[in-house]
């Protein structure tokens, strides 16, 4: 009898054992899937080239996420972003000259702040278009989506330091054309990676 019981303990006991190392492996393997999706894959490349390494990366994942694909998006990233950018603007051209009309001083945040010819023409260079996640219907690459992606970025990374001096200095690297083009060879990376 007692050997008995001592046998189903040892069953029993066994079974548990390998229920709980089939749920480690399989958790290791969502792991290790997650790890190297072509998403962060990219948001890797993305932090790269920006020379800018997040502490929180669901920023940066949030940033690259189109209202179309999920409730948790850039959206109101976006709007930060903006004022980011408005902000920096501002405090160098007045900076440079405190006497600016305010005519000027809108004119050229205007100017900067155009979706179709500024904004989504730096997030283009960004490659941006090939990392944010939007919707199977939602085309990545219309300026708009490009624009609001490009902006988050700041917004992200303003939320990531607690301030926006260094979104706003980051900014004027990445619309002076000193960074970009690494994202070019995205494809092919994520080529390798789902194999
Ligand atoms: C997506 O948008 C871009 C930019 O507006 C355009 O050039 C391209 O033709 C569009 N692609 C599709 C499939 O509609």
């Not at 800018?52 to 940033?63: K, M, P, V």
């Not at 007045?94 to 305010?102: R, V």
Request: with cysteine.
């Amino acid at each position: 009898m007692q050997s008995h019981r001592f046998t189903l303990f040892i069953v029993f006991f066994l079974a548990i054992l390998s229920h709980i190392q089939g749920q480690a492996s399989s958790e290791l393997q969502d792991r290790s899937f997650k790890l190297l999706s072509p998403f962060s894959v990219a948001l890797e490349t993305l932090q790269k080239q920006l020379d800018y390494t997040f502490n929180n990366i669901g920023l940066l994942r949030r940033a690259m996420t189109h209202a179309s694909f999920s409730e948790e998006n850039n959206r109101a990233l976006s709007i930060l972003g903006a004022n980011v950018i408005e902000t920096s603007v501002s405090l160098q051209l007045l900076g440079k000259d405190i006497e600016i009309s305010s005519k000027d001083l809108n004119h050229q945040i205007s100017e900067i702040s155009k979706v179709e010819t500024s904004c989504a023409v730096d997030g283009k260079r960004l490659g941006l278009q090939k990392v944010i996640r939007v919707s199977p219907r939602t085309n990545s690459s219309t300026p708009a989506v490009v624009c609001g992606a490009f902006r988050a970025i700041f917004g992200a990374i303003a939320i990531d330091t607690g301030k926006s001096d260094d979104a706003g200095n980051l900014f004027w690297t990445v619309h002076h054309g000193q960074v970009g083009h690494a994202l070019e060879f995205i494809s092919e990376l994520s080529l390798i990676v789902n194999l």
